[in-house]
């Protein structure tokens, strides 16, 4: 298996180089033969990847622990799933399995461009190979995944207990499918750059990529808070640790780059702009690898730290480096007859929302570096935590929400006062309602009004928005409501998937206020038959039960969750010790509902005293933040999803392509 | 309608005042206020309120010293001080306000105010030439009741087709 292993991903790393040498003397040469030979290249790289993968999984399935990395990150008595998963739960397999992305990827795009973008393919797939060449590079001399074990131990080390959780099984996998495919648009900035076309065509040809690319960094940022949730104990999702950090910049940068492009496409502006994004974009996930790896910045999520920092470092400085050269060396050809008749328009409120999401991911940039700015200059060891990163980015949220609620009803070029007093009144009539109950609700905070004021505000103008577009069809097309609004979606389903996609970020929203400010916490001992209220649930603690296996050993607390007088679940918190490791972790029992979740943590066991110590956290809305991101992902799949007008521009386009070639083919014949 | 907005701005404005300001006299802090600015150094990375590590050499004890000073009649700031005394700065959650950590607040602010600036220039910039031009060309909201019936009419047959 280790021959097999390395000696793939030595060819991998040859075909990836010939590649890059094939299409650069394809151009020169201008030889279609021999750009064709390089994307050869590429797919024959993705296979021998793809055997390295498989290698390793193999390896992991059959407890090979005559290879280091499985002896280091399974073992005999781990379950099938964490076995496979264990392939992205330790530093060399979580860069083959990025690398294997990344090559199935460059595959698809070596495929999609056989006939599309002729002209600036070969470009494309050299920077997606010289990306690979780098990871590559590293399996092959850095750090590598075959490696052997000598001699061979009986048992291996088994998998981090806190990795071992279904939420795990497919966080980093969606988090490094969102990081790896934002290097399509990146490699196609990149060769728009270099070939010097720089129209909307490259945006157009990635516009699926850089919406996949969100989707599944959407998903991995919900799945780790989930994963947080869970396995953490602590009753919250979110922490603002570096390594979460990492993941909701590039999230933020790419929110900003799917909402500036459809400036450029619209108006022709923001070329520049949106260049920027994108390579920042793809510089932010190669940022979020180097803190996952260097441990320069100490996280609770760096679970492979090693000494891949200044390697990654040196990576991240050239591709900014190159890619900031560059886009310099082409803002001539970037100056665009742009226009911008008023601040009250559609393109100005997309310009502000940029700068808010961008100017967020710069706070948490500068929050997640500052430790240690503070200590090269100041010598002092600091915190940047939670308090911070709430009150830096609480009020750039509410202005970001706002934004969200004007930006699709305002007018594109100029709005007048009466599209601004149609538009708005309904949304912002809604909005001080919503503000005016809660103030009679009791809640005070002015935070929290504010935020449930500009959540019903953005709802409103959304459902004003669908009710526009259906009575527009039944008046037009004579369709009933029902029908309208299928239609209305699916014929527009980018525009009416994007509004889906603002209506989950306003459930996540109101998620984030809800169960921020609204928890409460309570700890009691108890002993058998003991109740204790928490909010309006009375909780009946009914005893202990014990689960042995050989991976681990399971204490559980059964507790009677009583509301109104009746009972309406049994929940069953535990406390695990797993064996191999002797690492104690937790297991939450959580009842959720759309108002509030009770979730409960098995605190301590004294076998003395025969008390057992339970944490309990009513938390209010926090179910939104998931609902949130299913709408949000269900949004993003409609938006992506293909409509026949957007068949027919795409045939439109290929038929005047070929329409073009055959012009070309003519003259030339009759030049000959 | 503009009347209710003022009156919520308004009431939002009086009710956001916190209550102990009202009442007149100081809130005592809880633990859980105090524990959220203090980091936990167990290696768990959250804060001394969050901390659920059954047996925390850190937050554990830390907490039973935070009830003893709030009993003790200390506020959060002094609490706070008495712990970045102990431990140093890194102990704190968040940075301090003042000498170089102010930078760590104010620099998120300077750069959204630059962009807003940067954004302001440009819509200037890219204004000027319509105006050098004889004025804006007209808004297609602008049109509303001045589109002839003919243009309507051929709008609204265009737009069909489209639906």
């Known amino acids: 298996m280790t021959l097999i292993g390395q000696t793939a991903l030595a060819l991998a790393l040859i075909l990836a180089l010939y590649s890059i040498g094939a299409n650069l003397f394809g151009l020169r040469s201008r030889r279609l033969d021999v750009l064709a030979s390089a994307r050869h290249a590429l797919w024959a790289m993705a296979a021998m990847v793809a055997l390295a993968a498989g290698a390793l999984w193999s390896g992991l399935l059959r407890s090979d622990f005559s290879l280091e990395y499985v002896a280091s990150y399974s073992s005999t008595t781990l379950p099938t799933l964490y076995k496979l998963t264990a392939l992205w739960g ?33 470009y494309v797939l050299i920077v997606m190979a010289a990306v690979a060449v780098f990871f590559l590079g590293m399996l092959n001399f850095v750090t590598r995944p075959f490696d052997p074990m000598i001699p061979a131990p009986a048992e291996g080390a088994d998998l981090n207990p806190l990795l071992q959780n279904y939420w795990m099984a497919i966080h980093p996998p969606s988090l490094y499918t969102g990081y790896v495919s934002a290097t399509v648009p990146f490699a196609f900035a990149c060769a728009a750059l270099i070939t010097g076309r720089l129209d909307d065509g490259w945006i157009r040809s990635t516009r699926r990529w850089a919406l996949f690319s969100w989707f599944f960094l959407t998903l991995g940022n919900m799945f780790g808070a989930r994963w947080a949730y869970e396995v953490l104990g602590w009753g919250g999702y979110w922490a603002w640790d570096p390594v979460e950090n990492a993941a909701f910049m590039p999230w933020l940068v790419m ?24 390579g920042l974009a793809f510089a932010l996930t190669l940022f979020g690898t180097f803190i996952t790896r260097s441990g320069v910045i100490s996280s609770v999520h760096s679970f492979t730290q090693s000494g891949l920092g200044p390697y990654f470092l040196s990576f991240l400085l050239a591709v900014v480096a190159g890619y900031t050269g560059l886009l310099l060396s082409r803002l001539r050809l970037l ?30 940039f500068w929050g997640t570096i500052f430790p240690v700015i503070s200590e090269a200059v100041r010598g002092v060891k600091i915190t940047v935590g939670p308090p911070f990163f709430n009150k830096v980015n609480g ?42 109950f809660a103030l009679a609700a009791g809640i005070h905070q002015w935070y929290v009004l504010s935020g449930f004021s500009l959540a019903a505000f953005v709802l409103g103008t959304i459902v004003v928005e669908f009710e526009r577009g259906v009575a527009a069809r039944g008046r037009m097309v004579h369709e009933r409501p029902p029908r309208a609004l299928v239609n209305l979606v ?23 206020i809800g169960s921020s400010f609204f928890k409460t916490e309570v700890k009691r001992s108890v002993r058998e038959g003991q109740s204790f209220e928490v909010g309006p649930y009375k909780l009946v603690y009914l005893g202990l039960s014990s689960l042995d296996t050989v991976h681990l050993e399971n204490v559980s607390a059964r507790l009677n969750v009583m509301r109104d007088g009746k009972t309406v679940e049994v929940l069953e918190p535990a406390k695990l010790l797993y064996k191999r490791q002797q690492q104690p972790a937790t297991r939450v029992a959580i009842r959720s509902t759309l108002g509030s979740d009770l979730y409960i943590v098995l605190a301590g066991v004294d076998d003395k005293s025969g008390l057992v110590t339970f944490d309990v956290f009513l938390t209010p809305l926090v179910s939104w933040l998931w609902l949130g991101g299913v709408t949000m992902a269900l949004g993003t799949v409609v938006t992506m999803w293909p409509n026949a007008r957007e068949r027919e521009a795409i045939a439109a386009a290929a038929r005047r392509r070929v329409s073009a070639l055959e012009r070309e083919l003519a003259s030339e014949v009759r030049g000959a | ?67 003893a000073m709030i009993e003790k009649g200390m506020s959060r700031a002094q609490i706070l001080h008495a712990f970045r005394h102990k431990y140093g700065e890194k102990v704190l959650s968040a940075p301090t306000t003042e000498g170089f950590n102010l930078l760590a ?43 002839d019936a003919a243009l309507k009419h051929r709008l609204e047959e265009d737009l069909r087709r489209q639906l």
């Open chain 1, 90 to 122: 330790g530093q060399q397999g979580s860069l083959l399995f990025w690398t294997l992305l990344l090559a199935i990827f460059t595959a698809i795009v070596a495929f999609q461009t056989r006939e599309r973008n002729a002209e600036i393919a070969p």
């Open chain 2, 105 to 147: 607040w104010v620099i998120p602010y300077v750069a959204v105010g630059s962009g807003m600036v940067l954004i302001l220039i440009a819509v200037v910039r890219w204004r000027r030439p319509q105006r050098e031009a004889g004025g804006t060309r007209p808004a297609v909201a602008l049109a509303g009741e001045q589109v």
């Open chain 1, 255 to 278: 929110t900003a780059y799917l909402h500036s492009v459809m400036v450029q496409e619209r108006k022709d502006m923001l070329k520049v702009w949106n260049l920027a994004l994108i």
């Open chain 1, 490 to 512: 699916a014929k527009n389903n980018r525009r009416y998937g994007g509004y889906i996609i603002h209506i989950g970020v306003v459930f996540a929203f109101v998620a984030i």
């Open chain 2, 1 to 67: 309608m503009r009347w209710s907005m003022v009156l919520s701005l308004v009431l939002v404005a009086a009710m956001s005042v916190p209550r102990s300001a009202r009442a007149g006299a100081p809130a005592r802090a809880t633990i859980q206020e105090v524990g959220e600015g203090l980091t936990c150094q167990c290696g768990c990375g959250l804060t001394v309120a969050n901390c659920n590590h059954p047996s925390c050499g850190f937050a554990i004890p830390t907490r039973g010293e935070i009830a």
């Open chain 1, 335 to 364: 100056r665009s007859a742009a226009e911008l008749e008023s601040y009250l328009s559609r393109e100005a409120a997309f310009l502000f929302n940029n700068l808010i999401l961008v100017g967020i991911a710069f706070a948490v």
């Open chain 1, 395 to 436: 009020p750039l949220a509410l202005a970001l929400i706002f934004l969200m609620g004007v930006g699709p009803l305002i007018a594109w070029r100029r709005a007048t006062r009466r599209n601004l007093v149609q538009s708005f009144t309904a949304p912002a009539a809604a909005g001080i309602v919503t503000g005016l």
